[in-house]
C-alpha cells in the first residue's frame, strides 16, 4: 500500500498528523519570540556599566531596559571579557576589581529608549558601540562601519596567549 492510498484510506491520522505538524510550528514561532518554554524568566543578569560611580550593575534580564535604569542616562551594557577563566561578577564592582579578578570590559552598548523602560546613550537614534578604556573612546553608530569593526574586535578580542577573548556572564 503507498503513502497516496494509506492516506486516502485513514483521514483521521492524516489530520492528526497536520495538526501535530501546526502545533510543532507554532512551538518554534513561539520559542523565537519568547526564548524557550520557560527558560528565559528574568533570572538571567544583564552588565550595565554606570559611567557616574564607576562600578558596575547587574539587572534581571526580565527587566531590560527597563525601571533600575529609567534615571540614569550614564548607564550602559556592558561586555564583560576574560583570556583565562572567569571569576565572579557582583553588583558595584569596578573595572579595576574585573581585572583583579582576570576580567576586563570590552565595550558598551547604548539602546534607544523604547516604550517599556529606558534605554541608556543616544535617546533619539539608533544603538551606538563604544570599545571601553582607551584615550579617546568615541561612540559609534552599531551599523556603521566603525560601529561593525568595533563589534568585531570585541567578537576576535585578541588575547596574549594568542588565543581570543570568551564573554563572561554573571
Known amino acids: 500500500?503507498?503513502?497516496r492510498e494509506y492516506a486516502n484510506?485513514?483521514?483521521a491520522v492524516m489530520t492528526g498528523a497536520a495538526v501535530l505538524v501546526l502545533?510543532?510550528?507554532l512551538a518554534a514561532i513561539a520559542c523565537s519570540f519568547f526564548g524557550g518554554f520557560g527558560m528565559v524568566d528574568g533570572s538571567d543578569k544583564l552588565v550595565y556599566y554606570d559611567m557616574n560611580a564607576g562600578t558596575i550593575k547587574l539587572v534581571s534580564s526580565g527587566d531590560f531596559p527597563g525601571s533600575p535604569?529609567?534615571?540614569n542616562d550614564q548607564a550602559f551594557r556592558a561586555t564583560v571579557m576574560s583570556c583565562g577563566e572567569c571569576g565572579e561578577i557582583s553588583d558595584g564592582m569596578t573595572p579595576e576589581a574585573l581585572e583583579?579578578?582576570?576580567m576586563f570590559i570590552a565595550n558598551l552598548n547604548a539602546y534607544p529608549t523604547?516604550?517599556?523602560g529606558a534605554g541608556s546613550g543616544d535617546r533619539a537614534g539608533g544603538a551606538m558601540i563604544l570599545l571601553f578604556g582607551g584615550e579617546n573612546p568615541q561612540w559609534h553608530d552599531t551599523n556603521s562601519?566603525?560601529?561593525?569593526?568595533?563589534?568585531?574586535?570585541v567578537m576576535n578580542w585578541p588575547c596574549e596567549n594568542g588565543g581570543t577573548a570568551t564573554r563572561c556572564q554573571p
Not at 562601519?145 to 574586535?153: K, N, Y
Open 1 to 3: 500500500m503507498g503513502l
Open 9 to 11: 484510506n485513514n483521514p
Open 23 to 25: 502545533v510543532l510550528c
Open 69 to 71: 535604569l529609567k534615571d
Open 100 to 102: 583583579a579578578n582576570g
Open 114 to 116: 523604547t516604550d517599556q
Open 145 to 153: 562601519p566603525e560601529g561593525i569593526r568595533a563589534s568585531e574586535t
